[in-house]
Nanobody, 127 residues
């Protein structure tokens, strides 16, 4: 079992930056692949960015390329999402996911491929 707790969400003006964190417990963090997803009102949950257990970024959603990045600190059992140049379209609940179940094509961007999820943290960028 892995427990995930996101923090750091909030309201930020367009063009601003925000960093959200996901603290993990319950299993050796360094052995877990991680991802960030988001879900806006009335929309499906979508992949944002992912990072492997080795610290390699798997991929970015096209909408966040050049603006978002992910990192992890295995000593702190934490993964970070740094969001820059935020826009109103980035408004969503951001979820941390962990524990890929399989490694086929596009494994990192499939929400149904992750075994563990956090409760989410709201990020709001007023238009």
């Amino acid at each position: 079992q892995v427990q995930l707790v996101e923090s750091g969400g909030g309201l930020v003006q367009a063009g601003g930056s925000l960093s959200v964190s996901c603290a993990a417990s319950g299993r050796t963090f360094s052995s877990i692949d991680m991802g960030w997803f988001r879900q806006a009102p009335g929309k499906e949950r979508e992949f944002v960015i992912g990072i492997t257990r080795a610290g390699i970024i798997t991929s970015y959603a096209d909408s966040v390329k050049g603006r978002f990045t992910i990192s992890r600190d295995n000593a702190k059992n934490t993964v970070y999402l740094q969001m820059n140049n935020l826009a109103s379209d980035d408004t969503a609940v951001y979820y941390c996911a962990a524990g890929a179940k399989w490694y086929g094509s596009g494994w990192y961007k499939r929400a149904d491929n992750y075994a563990y999820w956090g409760q989410g943290t709201q990020v709001t960028v007023p238009s």
